[in-house]
């Protein structure tokens, strides 16, 4: 695996870091779910990738200068907020 290349500014350390963490904190949420069943463990496992998704995508609008990863961030936040409603919309149902 390459190296990661040297960032451009300062701000851009704070958003590669704040990514990673956002990284890595999804996958523990992803990795830590548990379920009697395989349908509510797909919807808690989906929740934490979503709001992985949202986090990350915020990470880029905070530190983020161009103004088309601003508009993907921003698109992403949107859809995935709407998945992450619907999946626990689902969870409430499913007693999940």
Do not use: C, F
Request: no cysteine; aromatic share 2%.
């Amino acid at each position: 695996m390459a190296a990661q290349p040297q960032m451009k500014s300062p701000r851009d350390k704070v958003g590669a870091d704040a990514l990673k963490s956002d990284g890595m904190r999804m996958s523990r949420g992803m990795m830590s779910a548990r379920a009697p069943d395989i349908d509510v463990l797909w919807a808690k496992v989906m929740i934490a990738h979503h709001q992985g998704a949202i986090d990350m995508s915020q990470s880029v609008l905070k530190t983020g200068d161009d103004p088309e990863a601003r508009r993907l961030a921003q698109a992403t936040i949107d859809e995935n907020t709407k998945a992450k409603a619907d999946l626990e919309s689902y969870m409430r149902k499913h007693g999940g």
